[in-house]
């Protein structure tokens, strides 16, 4: 028989305790480098949260921004003391390209030119029926060519005075326009000085703003009124009131002639709801009209000062 080997034992190591093992696990998954901070990682997150909540802002309305601003101190830092968002939102909505040399508080401006204030004889509000918000041109020369007829003229008027352009073929150009972005409205009101005998209590008005008159003190309190620069009477049945405003320096370019192809946005002759177009240099209105004598047109011009510029216009047609 083989010798018989002996047996040997080995200690083992006693396992820790329960609590050890534990706590020993809990270290380990704990473990973080020590330079990660609290502070550099929501510093590194504001750095990319600034640009992101910025493009999002970019695509808000006025209110939701507003509602944003209020949640906390770094939202009312971003969107109420940024201007870049609301000058990004203000165009946006007007639908016009960036001016060039201008320097706008856009956030005021926004809240001035849409909230109502720009309404026709604002500070008369019984006489104001409606409006409507048409939308944003561009003047780049400082003459405008205003007319009450939608056909394409063939060369501009003459004459000394705008009176007499009007009266011998019912348009007129003006000069010493203000450059910039217009603003234009389309307003129905209540006639605020009649001198007509057979007044129909309302007429329409072509009503167009140059975007700075809307931070203009002169204008919000009252001081620079609207002189009456011209007039004209239809004294005979007329199919429609009409009124056009154009950028001289663009009247023959082929956007500006959207607006003379009355087919494509004047309404049918039965439709006497009132119609707009506006292209990057003009922008006219139309409504067809029943049964009537004629018409009495105004053309008024507000200006920055006595030889100040041209700063709003408005063409307004009224039954005879």
Known sequence: MPPKRKRTTVALPRPPPMQKRMRRA?????????????SSA????CCYEEDVWTEIANHLDAKSLVMLATTCRWFRGLIMEEGSIWKHVCLRDLQVPEPRHVALNWRKLYVSAFDGSHSYMFRQQEKH??????GAFSVESSEAFLTEKLIKPSRLPEGDTIQKMLESCGSCVLDKVRTGIWIADLQLVRCPVCELNTCDGTMQTLDARHIELFLSEGYKNGSWEYELIGRHDVNKHADGACGAIFDVKHLKESSTSAVFNLKSWVGKP???QPKAIITLHAVAVNTNLQKNEGLQVKYHAMRDGPQGEVVSIRISQQLL
């Open 26 to 38: 809990k270290t380990i998954c704990s473990c973080s480098s020590p330079r990660f901070t609290r």
């Open 42 to 45: 929501r510093s590194a997150f």
């Open 129 to 134: 029926i409606d409006w409507m918000r048409i």
């Open 270 to 272: 039965t439709d006497w």
